[in-house]
């Protein structure tokens, strides 16, 4: 199947300081990518999506100037935490897609944790 | 609104138990269904999708899961489970542009 790779694995970075993570399909073009956030023992929350080439469309209640996401091409994606905190601490996932009439691979996540 | 909802946040069975774990979707139009499997220390996989065409369809590792339009329902079924099948399972829904997750159901199976 197709793979989805994040970098880095992990990542503690201190309050105030920004973290950027790379989200690459690594063997398929993907039109569309989706950031999540997952909390422990709880389901996948839906951030934002976007497009290669546009704006991403974020989900109600989630931060644009903090979660800044840049698809600048089919194959990469990057959200960037800005000014974290420690409530930002979480494991971020990301999953791509070739076209709507496909299903969504995911990447291995990414932990951030904000000391 | 898009929703999914899923019934059972824990299971616990017995190998060779028969499994069957509930999704509900609320959406007004056309929808692409699937489950996806999390097994302890991975990321999330594709367990089998529904597009359209026959109601039933079959996926890896002896899953089968039937879309029931009139109930917006789509269960994910087993009929026999092994111990291996230990994961958490989340049902999505893809209707338009977006993918809505359910909750997910954390399965254990005894050996």
């Known amino acids: 199947g197709a793979v989805v790779s994040q970098h880095p694995s992990r990542v503690i970075c201190k309050s105030g300081t920004s973290v950027k993570i790379e989200c690459r399909s690594l063997?398929?073009?993907?039109?569309?990518m989706f950031w999540y956030r997952q909390f422990p023992k709880k389901s996948l929350m839906l951030m934002a999506t976007?497009?290669?080439?546009?704006?991403?469309?974020?989900e109600q209640g989630v931060e644009k100037d903090k979660f800044l996401i840049n698809h600048a091409s089919l194959t990469l994606s990057t959200l960037t935490v800005t000014s974290a905190h420690p409530e930002d601490s979480s494991f971020y996932i990301c999953?791509?897609?070739?076209?709507?009439?496909?299903?969504?691979?995911f990447g291995p996540g990414t932990r951030l944790t904000v000391t | 609104a898009q929703s999914v909802s899923q019934h059972n946040h824990h299971v616990i069975l017995s190998e060779a138990a028969s499994l069957e774990l509930g999704c509900n979707y609320s959406?007004?139009?056309?929808?692409?269904l699937f489950w996806y499997v999390q097994y302890p220390g991975q990321h999330l996989q594709l367990l089998l999708k529904?597009?359209?065409?026959?109601?039933l369809v079959k996926g890896i590792k002896g899953f089968e899961a039937e879309f029931i339009k009139s109930k917006f329902s789509f269960n994910l079924r087993k009929p026999s489970v092994q111990w291996s099948d230990t994961a958490e399972y989340f049902c999505?829904?893809?209707?338009?542009?977006?993918?809505?997750f359910g909750a997910g159901t954390r399965l254990f199976v005894k050996a």
């Open positions: 976007s497009n290669e080439g546009s704006k991403a469309t974020y």
């Open positions: 999953s791509a897609r070739q076209g709507e009439a496909y299903e969504q691979y």
């Open positions: 999505a829904v893809t209707g338009g542009f977006k993918t809505i």
């Open positions: 063997d398929f073009q993907a039109t569309t």
């Open positions: 959406y007004g139009g056309t929808v692409n």
């Open positions: 529904y597009f359209s065409g026959d109601p």
